[in-house]
């Protein structure tokens, strides 16, 4: 059961996620420097706080992440 739910939120995150987090969690750019959104691999916020992602994909967020700003809104 574990294997089907890794699977499922790999399917999610293709089709909802890695447009702007990357295939790789990285981020994707957006130019001049800069990505769409923050990466999520390695972050210490998701891997520290695992309801963080829960909120901000429920209510969303806006502004600076540790002093950088992304091109896309969450």
Known sequence: SQKAQLEHGAQIYNELCSQCHGNNGMGTPAGNGRLLAPPLAGSVRMQSHPEYAIRVVLHGMEGAIEG???????
Not at 68 to 74: E, L, P, R, V
């Open 68 to 74: 950088k700003t992304y091109a896309g809104g969450m």
